[in-house]
């Protein structure tokens, strides 16, 4: 485990804190607050900080090509004026609200916007895996998942990674960029389902740096792992959570690895232990993340 110097991003803490997204046009950072149904923004340099409130819960975030962002709501998905804070539908969610609602998310190369669910009962693998793609929703896969996360593309764009987090699973496909597709799918790292014996934490939201290695957050576990295509451990870093969720490369040479978290029904025991739980936090890391693409309307 190496190590590292850990800086308190925002003094708020989120519920279930998700989805940092680093505005490369803006130098600023975007996340959601699920629970807290909002979208908050920071700018790092001013300090100036912004928060929309939202109808349902948020999950994900995409940049628009056309501006503000492109927001993954329980609803459906919609797009955010980040200076006006108007809101306008673009597609109402393919599934029941009632059981479902949009969860990890992420943008390809060719501008498509990618979003699992997570299939709240938990009583089976009933989450599923959607494509926004020029205000259509197309369905990619059905079941086989509980809980999607972890999703990111590699620098090549030739392979997609994704984890199911009730499984305790790190996966990837052979992607068709031109296409939009996946096929082959093979397991990548497989983490101890054993809460009581050798326990880290199961993979949340990850992230891909300009060298192809996945960076997952440790939900429980509080630590960030540095994986190889692989799935060799390649680093680890501690944190003062324990339960990180979603990673983010920002920075002007992108190599501050931005970190969501969640305090959201964690006990009392855990929060005194955990006092900056769900905040966002930052590192400095050697390896550059990549500008992550924006939606194509």
Known sequence: MSKHNIDTVSDKAMQVGECPLWHPEEQALYWVDIEGFAVHRLDPASGERREWK??????ALARSEQGGLVIALRRGFVHLNTESGALSDIA????????????????????R????????????????????????????????MTVSNGLGFSPDQRTLYHADTTAHRVTRYAFDLAGGTVADQQLV???????????GGRPDGAAVDSEGNYWC???????????SPEGEILDEIALPVRCPTMLAFGGADLRTLYITSASYKRSAEELAQYPLSGRVLSVQVDVAGRAEPAYIE
């Open 217 to 227: 957050a440790m939900f429980e576990g509080g630590r960030v792992l540095k994986l």
């Open 54 to 59: 939202m109808s349902s819960e948020p999950s």
């Open 113 to 144: 916007f990618w979003v699992g669910t997570i299939f709240e009962p938990r009583d089976r693998q009933a989450a599923e895996m959607f494509v926004l793609e020029r205000g259509q929703i197309r369905k990619v896969w059905s079941g086989g």
């Open 189 to 199: 790292k497989q983490f101890s389902t054993d809460k009581a014996n050798n326990y």
């Open 92 to 111: 109402a969610a393919p599934y029941d609200t009632a059981t479902t609602r949009f969860n990890d998310g992420r943008a390809d190369a060719a501008g």
